[in-house]
C-alpha cells in the first residue's frame, strides 16, 4: 500500500503544498513544532533515508536547501534545523524547522494546533 507521503504526493490527501520539482515535494507537517515546520520528501517511496540511492539522497539535500532559504526568508528564525527522524511514516522525509532556540526542536513539546487558515497563510508565503 502507497505511504501516506505517497498519497499525498499523488494528491489523494489534501497537504499544505511549499515547493515541488519532479523528483521531491515539500507540504508542512501538520503537527508542527513552530510555524512553517516543513517536510521535505522524494516522490520515490523508500522508507529509510540511507537506502535512497546516491544521487536521490543528494538531490533531496539540495532541494531542501532551497526550500529551508525560503523559510529563513519568510519565517522569524534564527536556523532552520534539519532533522530525520522516520519513526511514524515510512517514506524517507526531512523534517526542516524554524528555530530560535534548541529548545524548539524538541518532539516531545506539544505541537501547535493551527487552523486551516494559518496552514494556508505560511504555505502560500512560503511557495511564493
Ligand atoms: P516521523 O516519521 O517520526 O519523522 O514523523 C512523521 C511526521 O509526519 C510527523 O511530524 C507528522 O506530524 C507528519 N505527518 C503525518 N501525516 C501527515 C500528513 N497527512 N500531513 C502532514 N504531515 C503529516
Known sequence: MASVFSRIIAG???SYKVAEDENYYAFLDINPLTKGHTLVVPKKEVDYIFDLDDDTLAGMMVFAK?????????IDCKRVAVVVLGMEVPHAHIHLI???SEADVDFHREKLALTAEE???IASKLAK
Open 12 to 14: 489523494e490527501i489534501p
Open 66 to 74: 532551497k526550500v529551508a532559504a525560503k523559510i529563513k526568508q519568510e
Open 98 to 100: 524554524p528555530i530560535n
Open 119 to 121: 496552514f494556508q497563510e
